[in-house]
């Protein structure tokens, strides 16, 4: 299981750390990302970071603003955003998926809300 969290309100500008907790699983074998979902839109992808922390990437909308990582050792993964836009507001998921799968796990959803 995963679970999220760290979400809230904040104005734009400003940051917000997310976690992801993972549980029952090896997390380490895992491909982990982060998507959000806005009101209204479909989901879409935001960070993925690969086994070991390697190759990062990023949605074009957050790049050079969010930061993916994870510890492996706590079975961790964060995304630290910062200078938050008000088109950042959404609900952030975790996910998880083996190296040549889709995204099958997910977490619950923590909601990020940035004011103008």
């Known amino acids: 299981q995963l679970q999220a969290s760290g979400g809230g309100l904040v104005q734009a500008g400003g940051s917000l750390r997310l976690s992801c907790a993972a549980s029952?699983?090896?997390?380490?074998?895992?491909?982990m990302g982060w998507f959000r979902q806005a009101p209204g839109k479909e989901r879409e992808f935001v960070a993925e970071?690969?086994?070991?922390?390697?190759?990062?990437s990023y949605a074009d909308s957050v790049k050079g603003r969010f930061t993916i990582s994870r510890d492996d050792a706590r079975n961790t993964m964060s995304l630290q955003m910062n200078s938050l836009k008000p088109e950042d507001t959404a609900v952030y998921y975790c996910?998880?998926?083996?190296?040549?799968?889709?995204?099958?796990?997910w977490g619950q959803g923590t909601l990020v809300t940035v004011s103008s």
């Open positions: 029952g699983r090896i997390f380490s074998s895992y491909f």
């Open positions: 996910a998880a998926r083996v190296t040549h799968g889709s995204y099958n796990i």
């Open positions: 970071i690969r086994l070991n922390g390697r190759l990062p």
